[in-house]
């Protein structure tokens, strides 16, 4: 299964099972070595009804409705567990770094493709300075239940491969995707029905 480029589709979150953030996004590259898919702004968030594992039972994106700012193209191979997301600020689209989401490798659906948020993330400017994020959240993370501790530990020594990999300088994508510009075409449609309800691979 692939996707064409231009095409819309539902990038799902899975926790425990179970999706709790879809949203869609459009597809650029689905070449069988990359997966390269952009979120514009405004592209809306559906959360589904659930007791989750957070101090409120609800996701922690759920105070947001949509993408906000400038859309964010999201660059990741099969079996990696991150993805390379690229950010921009202002109307001139001035590139402002790297985000890479530590994320189970995705698995494909009938609508999409699923993953799951490791909450571990390194930041990369775009001097090629970097620094990890969020590593006190992800102990938080453990202590609601939404990871045991081999999985921390897991999540934390790929941290390590992935900043090895920085430091030597043997970054795999490709640079050029800073200057990536949005088909003015491209629109995304409503969530497919049932969207949360199509059983997750992982």
Do not use: C
């Amino acid at each position: 299964m692939s996707w064409e480029r231009g095409q819309p589709i539902v990038r799902r979150q899975i926790v425990h099972g179970r999706p709790w953030l879809g949203w869609m996004v459009i597809v650029v590259v689905d070449d069988g070595e990359q997966l390269v898919t952009y979120s514009p702004e405004g592209s809306p968030f559906h959360f589904p009804d659930g007791d989750w594992p957070t101090p409120d039972g609800r996701h922690p994106w759920h105070s947001f409705s949509a993408w906000q700012g400038n859309g964010a193209l999201m660059v990741q191979r099969p079996s990696d567990p991150y993805a390379v997301w690229h950010f921009w600020d202002g109307v001139d689209r001035k590139f402002r770094g790297w985000y890479l989401n530590f994320e189970a490798p995705f698995a494909r659906t009938e609508i999409g493709f699923d993953t799951q948020d490791l909450e571990l993330d390194i930041w990369v400017d775009p001097e090629g300075d970097w620094q990890f994020k969020d590593i006190d959240l992800l102990w938080r993370r453990h202590d609601e239940g939404r990871f045991t501790l081999i999985e921390v530990r897991r999540i934390l020594e790929l941290g390590k491969e992935v900043g090895a990999m920085l430091e030597s300088g043997d970054w795999w994508w490709d640079r050029d995707w800073v200057e990536f510009e949005p088909d003015q075409m491209w629109t995304i449609p409503d969530m497919p029905w049932g969207w949360a309800d199509l059983p997750s691979p992982l």
